[in-house]
């Protein structure tokens, strides 16, 4: 009896030990999509533009487990986008001048260096019909020049835009 305890016990810890996710030893797609993501961190122009007007500014914080994006619009702060882990996935929560907070769910799987969202939920949103957020990507194919883009959906009219991002030395 003392013997099958013992193997009982044997056998529970190597479960439990062994019950860790599917590719353990690999990054979870969060993990390669933040770290990706984190490489924007500083500050960005639209590409042909000074960067005096308008830039975008990318800041880690919390230990680097937030990416923070800025927008700033002659010096005064116009919208923040959020971005951390959320187990196997990335979120991106956006604070609207608009005053809605739309919460994107990355999409898994395609392209390794485009990195998008899909709409998820938002806070102070009553509507559908209203303005809001409904998806946002980004190209790092080439991160000397990389492309911003996002959908704004109203009701079921939706608008998207693309911007071509460099770095400002």
């Known amino acids: 009896m003392r013997r099958a305890k013992m193997v009982g016990a044997v056998l529970a810890l190597f479960v439990a030990l062994s019950g860790t996710p599917a590719g353990a030893g690999e990054p979870l797609e969060s993990e390669a999509a933040f770290s990706k993501l984190s490489a924007l961190a500083g500050s960005w122009k639209r590409a042909g533009s000074d960067g005096i007007a308008f830039r975008i500014d990318f800041e880690l914080t919390a230990n680097d487990s ?96 693309e911007m071509a991002l460099v770095r400002i030395p």
Request: hydrophobic share 25%; with cysteine.
């Open 66 to 161: 937030v990416l923070v994006e800025r927008w700033v619009h002659r010096d005064k702060t116009h919208s923040l986008t959020i971005y951390h882990r959320d187990g196997p996935t990335l979120m991106a929560t956006h604070y609207c001048p608009q005053g809605n907070q739309p919460r994107l769910r990355m999409e898994s799987g395609g392209d390794e260096n485009r990195i998008s969202f899909d709409f998820h939920d938002a806070t102070n949103l009553n509507s559908s019909d209203q303005s809001h957020q409904h998806r946002l990507s980004f190209d790092l194919a080439d991160m000397g020049q990389v492309i911003r883009g996002e959908a704004y959906r109203q009701g079921e009219t939706s608008k998207e835009s």
